[in-house]
């Protein structure tokens, strides 16, 4: 009955330890938003463009663009929606976070998209881009 207890107790802080190192992370990390790093929420996107072997770019709040990496993604052009999801705890991506998502339209049945936060575009960066891309 000891050696049970004990292993629980160890068992116990081992897990919080664990859960501790998850919320005091390195900077660069997908936990935690660093000051500096351009971020947003998952449920602040209201609008993407994307082909199925290029970036995606996506319109967050009300006018800020980024471009999210991918190594591809078969039918992102005919979604007409997107589920992100950020790897690990937090609800933001920020530049340099990895997440997936999952594209929701004709054609996009059970396709999920593993992508990476590369930048945030300029007003100037997205009026460069051609209409085709523009969110």
């Known amino acids: 009955m000891a050696n049970t207890l004990i292993r629980f107790t160890l068992a116990g802080f081992g897990f919080a330890a664990v859960a501790a190192s998850a919320l005091y992370s390195p900077p660069g990390s997908t936990y935690s938003a660093d000051v500096g790093r351009p971020c947003f929420a998952a449920s602040e996107v209201h609008n993407f463009r994307g082909d199925d072997a290029g970036p995606v770019y996506v319109r967050a709040r009300v006018s800020e663009v ?4 991918t190594a591809g993604c078969p039918g992102i052009h005919f979604a007409n929606g997107l589920n992100l999801r950020p ?5 933001q991506l920020c530049v340099g976070d990895r997440g997936r998502f999952m594209p929701s339209g004709a054609g996009t049945t059970g396709v999920v998209c593993a992508f990476q936060v590369t930048r945030k575009l300029t007003r100037e960066q997205v009026a460069a881009l051609p209409d085709r891309w523009q969110p």
Do not use: Q
Not at 66 to 69: A, G, I, R, V
């Open 66 to 69: 980024f471009e999210l990496t």
């Open 87 to 91: 790897d690990g705890v937090s609800t």
